[in-house]
């Protein structure tokens, strides 16, 4: 009888899940909170926010860190003349798997009363991203 090797196969690795739970609006001059629950079958090794001012080309990149229950990051607070930011959100898990949710746009409003209330905390370290990364 022929030797037969068994060849087990892992289950396939799903991307990360994200669940954007960010508030509805931001006012200026206080740094708008981005929050996520993000969930994987591996692992989460790393998750980000990528944002920009509504209308401009460069994205910058933080790092959201997990307090818990969720991923979050306080971004820069907003001038009176921005009128919003555009965002989305990468999750990668701990095989490399990449995620990315779809982009949404945080208006920013001086009667904004959703927004969310950051709690003081060391400032984000920012980074500007060049196209592909």
């Known amino acids: ?71 979050c990051v306080s971004l820069p607070a907003p001038q009176k003349a921005t009128q919003g930011i555009e965002y989305y959100l990468e999750a990668v898990d701990t095989d490399f798997e990449p995620s990315r949710a779809v982009a949404k746009a945080l208006p920013v409003a001086g009667s904004c009363s959703t927004a969310s209330a950051a709690a003081p905390e060391a400032p984000t370290a920012i980074t500007p991203v060049q196209p592909g990364e």
């Open 1 to 71: 009888m022929p030797d037969r090797l068994l060849f087990l196969q892992e289950p396939a690795n799903n991307p990360p899940d994200i669940a954007d739970e960010t508030a509805a609006c931001a006012k200026p001059g206080s740094r708008p909170r981005v929050c996520a629950r993000v969930f994987d079958d591996r692992g989460v090794a790393k998750v980000r926010v990528l944002f920009r001012t509504r209308g401009s080309k460069p994205y910058f990149a933080a790092e959201m860190t997990f307090d818990g229950a969720r991923y």
